[in-house]
């Protein structure tokens, strides 16, 4: 069973930086995807990046290109997101998501086979 849990989150004043991280337990191939979402209160949930554990491209969303970096760690089994020069409009629960259903690695499928609890960012003007 697979198995997600997130860290990292928290509160930062606007152009402040964080980085969320991903344990990830229990896949048994490689590469593996993994994605990032997030969602705010009222708001639909939406995909920031997608990236792969043992090797493979990463894709960002509009919204967080040139602000967002991906660092997947395959030894550790570990899938960072870097969020620097963060805005109001990024506060939301973020969650990471794995194994996309249809086998399509992107931001834009929002049917993933397993998700992690979430963890909160705050950002203050």
């Known amino acids: 069973q697979v198995q997600l849990v997130e860290s990292g989150g928290g509160s930062v004043q606007a152009g402040g930086s964080l980085r969320l991280s991903c344990a990830a337990s229990?896949?048994?191939?490689?590469?593996?995807?993994i994605s990032w979402f997030r969602q705010a209160p009222g708001k639909e949930r939406e995909g920031v990046a997608t990236?792969?554990?043992?090797?493979?491209?990463?894709t960002y969303a509009d919204s967080a290109k040139g602000r967002f970096t991906a660092s997947p760690d395959s030894a550790r089994n570990m899938a960072s997101l870097h969020m620097n020069n963060l805005q109001p409009e990024d506060t939301a629960m973020y969650y990471c998501?794995?194994?996309?259903?249809?086998?399509?690695?992107?931001?834009?499928?929002?049917?993933?086979?397993?998700w992690g609890q979430g963890t909160q960012v705050t950002v203050s003007s």
């Open positions: 229990g896949y048994t191939y490689s590469p593996y995807c």
């Open positions: 998501a794995a194994e996309p259903l249809g086998g399509y690695c992107s931001p834009t499928n929002t049917d993933w086979n397993y």
């Open positions: 990236f792969y554990l043992g090797g493979g491209k990463s």
